[in-house]
């Protein structure tokens, strides 16, 4: 059992940074892979990047793909997500999650595959 917090999330400006992290307790969390996912009102829940178990391999959706950068620190069970040149299309509450580890391609871009979710966090891009 993974139970994932989401921390960082706010308001800033168009062109602005913020970097959320997700803390994870549990036995499991150096064992999975970590996803970051994404929800603006009234739309689905979409991919936005995903980071391997050990931290050697990334993958971002396009929308973010050179703005965003995925890490994480198995040492504090945490992962980060520096989220860089925002843009209020990036507006959506964001979400942390943890998936089974050893998968390849389009694998983490489905949220069926993850098994654990935080709660959430809000960023809002605004002036």
């Known amino acids: 059992q993974v139970q994932l917090v989401e921390s960082g999330g706010g308001v800033v400006q168009p062109g602005g940074s913020l970097t959320l992290s997700c803390r994870a307790s549990g036995s499991t969390n150096s064992n999975t892979a970590r996803g970051w996912f994404r929800q603006a009102p009234g739309k689905e829940r979409e991919f936005v990047a995903v980071i391997n178990r050990s931290g050697t391999t990334t993958d971002f959706a396009e929308s973010v793909k050179g703005r965003f950068i995925i890490s994480r620190d198995n040492a504090k069970n945490t992962a980060y997500l520096q989220m860089n040149s925002l843009k209020p299309e990036d507006t959506a509450v964001y979400y942390c999650?943890?998936?089974?580890?050893?998968?390849?391609?389009?694998?983490?871009?489905?949220?069926?595959?993850?098994?654990?979710w935080g709660q959430g966090t809000q960023v809002t891009v605004s002036l």
């Open positions: 999650a943890a998936a089974p580890t050893g998968y390849s391609g389009n694998y983490y871009y489905a949220r069926r595959n993850y098994n654990y």
